[in-house]
């Protein structure tokens, strides 16, 4: 019944639920105490620790106007529902976002990158070299946005045959060089 439904809810909330609020000075780093509790709390995902990463480095690299046009415009869209719908890579379920994350990350250091390793990976590679983090959110948009473009547009009727043959046999490893290929400058539209 409606009454039990309610008290049950209630009870979730008065006895199970805690809410914490957390003040902070101006010299604390807000991305630090996010990840330090996240980490202990929900598990997650591997792009949320890549995102998280990469705005802790958007501040420490003195880009704090940009801080919130990154997230709001290139950002938040990746956050929303269908980036967290889970796709299967061979028998794991992974979210859209993470293998996403992975197959940009794999064309940049042209290596092969897992996903359950992705964020060890790209925390490496982020801090290796003198990489903008802001640039990195920007290009990650960019690979999303084509990744979903080639699922749902397909520009031509072969392209669409070997897109959807990837999709209808869940092969994943062939995504990079593909989305390389649509990426790169240098390869004509027409080839």
Known sequence: S????????HSALTNRMKLV????????????????LNHRGVELSQSDLVKNLLFRLVEEQGDHSQAEKLLTEHWLPLDGPRWRVEQVTGRIRRSRLDLVVAYWL????????KVENLFDEFKAWMLDGNRSAAEVIKALRTVADMYDWLLSTKPDESTKQFI????????????????????????????
């Open 106 to 113: 794999t064309i940049q250091k042209r290596d092969v990158v």
């Open 21 to 36: 609020r957390i003040t902070l000075d101006k010299t604390d780093d807000m991305q630090v105490i996010f990840e330090a």
């Open 2 to 9: 409606t009454g039990d439904r309610l008290d049950a809810l």
């Open 164 to 191: 959807d043959h990837l999709v209808a046999t869940k092969t994943n490893t062939l995504w990079p060089v593909v989305l390389a290929t649509y990426l790169s400058d240098v390869i004509p539209d027409d080839q």
